[in-house]
């Protein structure tokens, strides 16, 4: 009779759990911050993936697939976009006062005009055929994840077991996957989504301008109401 009572018990305490459990989670959405508050959240945004914060406003991540394939897209786009704007920024800040040598004095709209050590051509070849390389990997690895960890052809490099997009292991000389690293995740998409927003701010001056993102910032601070507003 005991084991019996015992054996009933059970489900009430899983109950009992499960319910702790929605608690729990329904507290976690209801402090969720959302890109424009008062706005509901998208049901397939349930805030697991790094940075949700329900923006979705033409369901376009409904397929689980095709979300995963949007976070791996837009976490690299966001990351080249980041350095995009820092090879933008940089020489445009260094050409401001004097310095960083000939590259300097070519503004990133006119890049290709600039003598590099071989022709344009070769080098555009060369990268188009290093970029897919890096990209069949980095394809290979979501579909199977794990599956491009070893190295080719120098068996004795292999990445550590990770998360898809965050390989880690080899290259990290500041030590930051020994710190906060679900931070550190949000930070990074984050900048990633500002540099992508302010590389389009970058064509979109040029284009209305023809001049470069540090020369607009000159103008306006030197007369805001006539260059900007007006």
């Known amino acids: 009779m005991a084991l019996t009572m015992k054996q009933l018990g059970r489900p009430a305490v899983a109950t009992r759990a499960a319910r702790r459990s929605t608690v729990r989670v329904q507290a976690a959405q209801a402090n969720r911050p959302s890109w424009f508050p008062g706005t509901k959240f998208p049901d397939h945004l349930d805030g697991t993936l790094v940075g949700d914060f329900g923006f ?6 409904k397929d689980p697939e095709k979300l995963k394939w949007y976070q ?3 976490l690299q786009n966001g990351r080249w976009a980041m350095l995009g704007a820092a090879g933008i920024l940089v020489p445009d800040l260094l050409h401001s006062i004097g310095a960083g040598g000939p590259a300097a004095q070519v503004p990133w709209f006119e890049a290709g005009k600039y003598e590099y050590f071989a022709p344009p051509s070769t080098l555009f070849a060369i990268m188009m055929f290093l970029f897919a390389w890096v990209e069949i990997r980095r394809l290979q690895d979501i579909r199977k994840p794990g599956s491009a960890n070893q190295d080719p052809i120098f068996p004795n490099n292999k990445l550590p077991e990770g998360e898809v997009g965050y390989p880690g292991g080899i290259f990290d000389p500041l030590g ?3 710190g906060d690293m679900a931070t550190l995740k949000v930070k990074e998409i984050k900048n990633a989504r500002l540099a992508m927003l302010g590389f389009a701010g970058f064509v979109a001056q040029y ?10 910032l000159a103008d306006h601070l030197a007369d805001p109401w006539g260059t900007t507003v007006l």
């Open 176 to 178: 930051y996957s020994k």
């Open 72 to 74: 791996q897209a837009e």
């Open 207 to 216: 284009a209305t301008t023809g001049k470069t993102p540090l020369q607009n």
């Open 56 to 61: 979705d406003p033409l369901s376009l991540g």
